[in-house]
C-alpha cells in the first residue's frame, strides 16, 4: 500500500518540470552518444577527411533541438490513444492525465539508451556505424545477425524488445491509478488500444519500407 502511494504521488508530479526534466536528460544522452560513440567510427573520420563533417553537426544539431517536438507529439498521440481506450471502457480520464501517464511511462526509454552506451563503450569497443545503429539492449535484434536480415525487419527487430513490455505495463498501472478502478481493466484498455496501435505501426512500417 505504501509502494502504491509512492508511484502515485509519482504520477502527480508537476507535468511542465517534468517534461523540461525529461528533454534536458535525453538532450544529456543523445549528446554522450554522438559524441562519444558514433564520432569515434571509421565513417565520421572519412567524413571529416572529406571535409563533410559540418553536414553531420547539422543534422545532430536539428535532432537535438527537435526533442521537445517530438516528444509533444509523441505524448499528444499515446495520450489521445490512451484517452479514448479508457472512454471506451466506462474510464473517466482527462485527456491531460493521460498524456502525463505516456510522458511519465516514456522515461523508461531512457534506460536502453543508457544500456547502450555503457555496452559500445566498455564490451563492445570497437563498433562501426551500422553495429551502433543494430543495435538495441534486450531486443529481438540481439537474437539474430543484422547482417543477414532485410533492412526493413530492423527497426521492427528493436522495436520489440522487453523494455516495450514494462511500457506496456507502466501504462497501465498509470491508468489504474488515474481511474482508480481495477488494475484488470485498466490492462484490457492498453491492450485494446495502444498495442494494436503500436502492432499497428510496425506493420505499416514493414509494408512501406523500401
Known sequence: ?????????????????????????????LLI??????????AFEVLESRGQIGVLNLINAF????????YIWKFTLIGLILWLGSFAF??????RKCWQIAMIAETLFLIPEMLK??????????????DIR???????????????????????????????????TILTYGIHLAAKKKKEIAILIVLFSYVPIFL?????YISVYK
Open 134 to 168: 543494430a543495435y538495441y539492449p534486450f531486443s529481438l535484434m540481439n537474437l539474430v545477425d543484422y547482417e543477414d536480415v532485410a533492412s526493413k525487419w530492423h527497426y521492427p527487430l528493436k522495436a520489440l524488445n522487453i523494455f516495450e513490455l514494462m511500457y506496456w
Open 63 to 70: 535532432q537535438y533541438l527537435t526533442i521537445p517536438l517530438y
Open 33 to 42: 552518444k554522438k559524441n562519444y560513440i558514433e564520432s569515434e567510427t571509421a
Open 90 to 95: 466506462g474510464y473517466r480520464i482527462s485527456y
Open 200 to 204: 499497428l505501426w510496425i506493420w505499416f
Open 117 to 130: 552506451i555503457v555496452y559500445l563503450t566498455y564490451v563492445f569497443t570497437d563498433p562501426n556505424l551500422y
Open 1 to 29: 500500500m505504501h509502494f502504491e502511494i509512492k508511484v502515485r504521488e509519482f504520477f502527480e508530479i508537476d507535468k511542465r518540470l517534468y517534461f523540461v526534466f525529461l528533454c534536458l536528460i535525453t538532450f544529456l544522452v
